[in-house]
């Protein structure tokens, strides 16, 4: 008797467990501004929920994660109050560190995270999707779309249309460069037609960065990574059209982006002068940092700003070279660690949103963290309760079914 009431209860704790995390997980993607507060509550109750995860640390891989997730988060945060004088902004916005705790949970609890998180981004590919077939069939125009309207205003998504933009379309969510997960992890369990909906998002996203990154990484992936010679050929053979389509017909197009381009280089240029500046002012600043929530002159915007599109150089200025280089290890030690185990499904997806990251405020967020998540999950081989296979969304809405990532 005693032993189903502990059954009954944990099964129970383990349900509430999944509810918060797919709860925490679709704001992350789908609201990072996080509107409603959510992300944040359900991210405190899992861990009020599940502190005992971190009473005893067992094994390389937890005593990495709670340095990093926790010591590390804590000292910078506390050397940002120290530098700047401010409580509150510094916590907010450095505690996305602090996320990165939910790999003990999700490991000790055996929670559902991949499977929901390759679920909700196979939701933000359809979602993009449907909007920009809704405009191209002119049902709903984009620019009045009022889902679309609402998540631009809340910031969290950038929508427009026409002729100044890469590709006449952009519906940007602010987490698109996630979708990369969702495109290599679907080519290799072949399905093919998820693949073709991740690439269809991240080409309507309407960025440089998320366009070229796609068309490189599909190269390299069917080049280095695909094991069969017929589909290596075919798929060169359609990339090589690819590009030789844009080439001849958007010429054009193609020299305006770069023109663009340079503007927007100008403005990160300015960004890189103001951190030099203020660097070249205050050398202490470079070892120690200035804070989270500190703000420079950036040249680029020619106003007083803290957060900026480049995520590497902007962490540095924050925490300074000492903070700076083991959190860089944060970030590269499973990509490393993925490599050694010859996982290259697995690494692709990562590099190439860190990548995007150098010119998108992406790196040190709840976004990035949470990505940092999954792939300490595959590198250490945390989650692996049954063999997960990348189904489709229709599929995913049994809550029998997993996914293999």
């Not at 502190?51 to 804590?74: H, M, P, Q, R, W």
């Not at 094991?227 to 359609?238: E, G, N």
């Not at 030690?333 to 990562?350: C, D, F, Q, V």
Request: hydrophobic share 50%; charged share 15%; net charge positive.
């Amino acid at each position: 008797m005693t032993k189903m009431i502990f059954s009954c209860k944990y099964c129970m704790i383990n349900k509430i467990n999944n509810l918060l995390l797919f709860i925490y997980l679709f704001n992350v993607v789908f609201l990072p501004n996080d509107n409603f507060n959510l992300k944040i509550i359900s991210l405190i109750l899992l861990y009020v929920i599940n502190i005992t995860c971190f009473l005893s640390l067992n094994g390389a891989d937890e005593k990495l994660i709670f340095y990093c997730g926790f010591v590390l988060t804590c000292i910078t945060i506390f050397c940002s109050i120290v530098n700047t004088g401010v409580v509150l902004n510094n916590i907010k916005m450095g505690y996305p560190g602090y996320i990165l705790l939910l790999y003990l949970i999700i490991k000790k609890r055996k929670l559902s995270f991949k499977k929901y998180f390759c679920f909700i981004l196979s939701l933000m590919a359809v979602f993009v999707c449907l909007m920009g077939l809704l405009d191209i069939i002119q049902i709903i125009d984009l620019n009045d779309n009022p889902i679309l309207l609402w998540l631009v205003e809340t910031e969290n998504a950038m929508v427009g249309k026409g002729s100044h933009l890469p590709i006449y379309y952009m519906i940007f969510l602010k987490t698109s460069p996630l979708l990369f997960i969702l495109l290599f992890y679907s080519l290799r369990d072949k399905h093919y037609w998820l693949s073709i909906l991740a690439i269809i998002a991240l080409v309507l996203s309407g960025t440089r960065a998320n366009i070229f990154i796609l068309l490189i990484a599909l190269s390299i992936y069917f080049i280095f990574v695909q094991k069969r010679l017929y589909k290596k050929i075919l798929a060169v053979f359609i990339l090589l059209l690819v590009f030789l389509f844009m080439a001849l017909n958007n010429f054009d197009l193609i020299i305006d982006i770069f023109v663009r381009k340079s503007s927007s280089d100008d403005v990160r240029s300015g960004h890189l002068q103001g951190i030099l500046e203020v660097w070249n002012q205050d050398p202490l600043s470079l070892i120690v940092g200035s804070g989270y929530s500190a703000e420079f002159y950036s040249y680029g915007r020619n106003a007083l700003v803290s957060n900026i599109e480049l995520s590497y150089w902007n962490l540095l200025r924050q925490v300074g070279l000492i903070c700076f280089i083991p959190m860089l290890y944060m970030y590269i030690y499973p990509l490393y660690r993925l490599i050694l185990r010859h996982k290259y499904t697995e690494t692709l997806p990562y590099l190439c949103y860190l990548i995007i990251a150098y010119t998108n405020p992406f790196l040190y967020s709840s976004t990035g963290i949470t990505l940092l998540v999954f792939e300490y999950i595959e590198a250490f081989n945390a989650n692996r309760i049954k063999q997960y296979k990348c189904r489709s969304v229709i599929s995913l809405l049994s809550p029998n079914n997993t996914i293999k990532i």
